[in-house]
């Protein structure tokens, strides 16, 4: 992600920061480029810590800071047949798009849009539980390189399901298993 930070007076020399608490050493950019004498652009890092970030300017010894306004969040990741969640996914070929209403426990609600014409594919696979039970999900896979959970669940195979939502959105379908490759199985694709 790049972040542009305005001000007045920018020099060619001008470099960027981000600390997370008053005290801490500072973080650099990935990069970061004057645009002129009002704009600096910096690339954020990858892999930062979740938390809230004060963005500062160095030039010339002196130092300009905006504190907390930077917020990095964990991003939750899709854990198949967990709980963490119910849900009401749908394909709206209307829309041309991919819908996920996701309504967590602590009653946050999460709206997923992904237009179709990102989905690169939709996978279908056979995973593991925590409990050791064999879990179905559905991903759609973006060309962002994103896996997104469609739909899971521990009693129903959904096989069938990724496969009539791939025809329906004229994407491919790929079969895995997550312990195909221990299993010496071979993965299919449609």
Do not use: H, W
Request: net charge negative; glycine share 8%; charged share 30%.
């Amino acid at each position: 992600m790049t972040i542009k930070v305005m001000g007045n007076d920018i020099a060619d020399n001008a470099e960027a920061f981000l600390r997370r608490e008053e005290g801490q050493p500072a973080t650099a950019f990935d990069f970061t480029e004057v645009k002129g004498p009002t704009l600096i652009e910096a690339k954020v890092p990858e892999g930062m810590a979740a938390g809230t970030y004060t963005v500062g300017i160095k030039q010339d010894g002196a130092v300009a800071s905006l504190p907390g306004v930077l917020t990095v969040e964990k991003v939750k990741a899709d854990t198949p047949c967990a709980g963490e969640y119910t849900a009401n996914t749908q394909l709206s070929l209307a829309r041309k798009e991919v819908v996920l209403d996701r309504f967590y426990r602590e009653g946050e609600r999460e709206t997923l849009r992904i237009p179709l014409r990102e989905i690169e594919r939709v996978e279908y696979e056979l995973v593991k539980t925590a409990k050791g039970t064999l879990c179905s999900v559905i991903f759609m896979r973006t060309s962002k390189g994103e896996r997104v959970m469609f739909d899971d669940d521990e009693k129903v195979e959904l096989k069938e399901r990724a496969y009539k939502l791939g025809q329906s959105m004229g994407k491919p379908v790929e079969t895995t298993r997550e312990d195909a490759p221990t299993m010496g199985m071979p993965s299919e694709q449609n």
